[in-house]
């Protein structure tokens, strides 16, 4: 993905105050911003998703431009292509499996009919193994089987990037582990541009082609891996 953030916004709370610049361009299919709490990791990536509005500065993905204060632009979410995955992953508890990643391609605006057998549904239940679980309940699933529903709903839409916030952060240390390695399998199989934020290095390291460091607001540091195949494993 080509990728270039010029992202400048003041948060206050109270007394409190946060400045945030965040500039870098990036034509890395996986990007990790790696940081401490409060870093601005969480604001960077909602920026992107058009879930908050910078005060000013530019943000284009594969040439297109998502926000510029400079000419008024400001697509919103739906207009913008990226999946926004959730640290909970979001599912909706009442949909099956098929009807979770079916509502993918609604955007939202109708409930899946159980029997609907979309061709593009049926893709990713395939790409992520989950045809045996098609007709379970988020709630009969195990948090690996979730993340896959998760991803396979996220991808159905055909995003230009998908967008990861912590992913592994609700997950115990033996499951992270497994859970980072297959992220990291779905995503070289499937090549899709993936930017993720995390606070734990082994994430930026086993997942970060491209890792941006962040720190009080802004990039601190950058790192690039081109074999990322010899790390891995
Ligand atoms: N709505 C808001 N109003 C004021 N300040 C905010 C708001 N949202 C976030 N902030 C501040 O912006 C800073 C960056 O927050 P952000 O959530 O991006 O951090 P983060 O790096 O994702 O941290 P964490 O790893 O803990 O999630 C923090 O200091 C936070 O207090």
Redesign the pocket.
């Known amino acids: 993905m080509q990728l270039d953030l010029d992202i400048r916004a003041t948060?206050?709370?109270g007394k409190?105050r946060?400045d945030?610049h965040v500039q870098c361009t990036s034509s890395s299919q996986r990007i990790a911003v790696y940081?401490?709490?409060?870093?601005?990791?969480?604001?960077?990536l909602?920026a992107i998703a058009g879930l908050f509005t910078p005060e000013a500065g530019h943000i284009r993905l594969n040439g297109r431009t998502l926000f510029d204060s400079a000419v008024g632009i400001n697509l919103p979410p739906q207009q913008r292509n990226v999946a926004y995955l959730f640290q909970d992953y979001a599912l909706f508890p009442h949909l099956t499996v098929r009807q979770n990643v079916g509502f993918g391609l609604s955007r939202g605006w109708f409930n899946p009919r159980a029997r609907e057998k979309l061709q593009k549904v049926e893709h990713w239940l395939d790409a992520f193994h989950l045809q045996e679980l098609a007709h379970q309940f988020p709630d009969e699933l195990s948090g690996g089987q979730r993340q896959r529903v998760a991803l396979a709903r996220a991808l159905v839409a055909e995003p230009n990037a998908l967008l990861l916030d912590?992913p592994f952060a609700a997950l115990d240390p033996a499951l992270r582990v497994k859970m980072r390695l297959e992220l990291s399998q779905w995503q070289q199989r499937l090549d899709v541009p993936m930017i993720l934020?995390t606070?734990d290095p082994e994430d930026a390291r086993i997942l970060g082609e491209h890792v941006l460091y962040?720190r009080d607001?802004q990039i601190d540091s950058m790192e690039e891996h081109k074999a990322l195949g010899e790390r891995i494993g």
């Open positions: 948060l206050r709370s409190r946060f945030m940081g401490p709490s409060g870093a601005g990791k969480s604001m960077t909602k912590e934020i606070h962040l607001g």
